[in-house]
Nanobody, 128 residues
Framework: VVQLVESGGGSVQAGGSLRLSCAASGDTRSMNCMAWFRQAPGKEREGVAVIATGDSNPFYVDSVKGRFTISEDNAKNTLYLQMNSLKPEDTGTYYC?????????????????????WGQGTQVTVSS
């Protein structure tokens, strides 16, 4: 079992930046894949970015490519999401997720069902 705790959310104006953190504890050595998801009010949860442990080629959903960067610090058991050039449509609750299994590079790796471990979420609000 892995426990995940997100932090770093907040309110910013369009064009601003935020860095989200996800602290992992518990059986972290068994996790081979971590990801960020988000959910806007009234919308389904969507995958944003995913990274396999030790992989230098993360996958991003098209809407955040070139603006968001996912990274991990294995020594600190922490996952990050650097978000630049934020837009109002980036508003939502952001969730960290972890899994023992990596589905491979591509949009299929960002299916919610792939991830049994979830954090409680952190709110990001971008105003225009």
């Amino acid at each position: 079992v892995v426990q995940l705790v997100e932090s770093g959310g907040g309110s910013v104006q369009a064009g601003g930046s935020l860095r989200l953190s996800c602290a992992a504890s518990g059986d972290t050595r068994s996790m081979n894949c971590m990801a960020w998801f988000r959910q806007a009010p009234g919308k389904e949860r969507e995958g944003v970015a995913v990274i396999a442990t030790g992989d230098s080629n993360p996958f991003y959903v098209d809407s955040v490519k070139g603006r968001f960067t996912i990274s991990e610090d294995n020594a600190k058991n922490t996952l990050y999401l650097q978000m630049n050039s934020l837009k109002p449509e980036d508003t939502g609750t952001y969730y960290c997720a972890a899994s023992k299994y990596y589905a491979g590079y591509g949009p299929w790796s960002l299916r919610s069902a792939n991830f049994p471990n979830w954090g409680q979420g952190t709110q990001v609000t971008v105003s225009s």
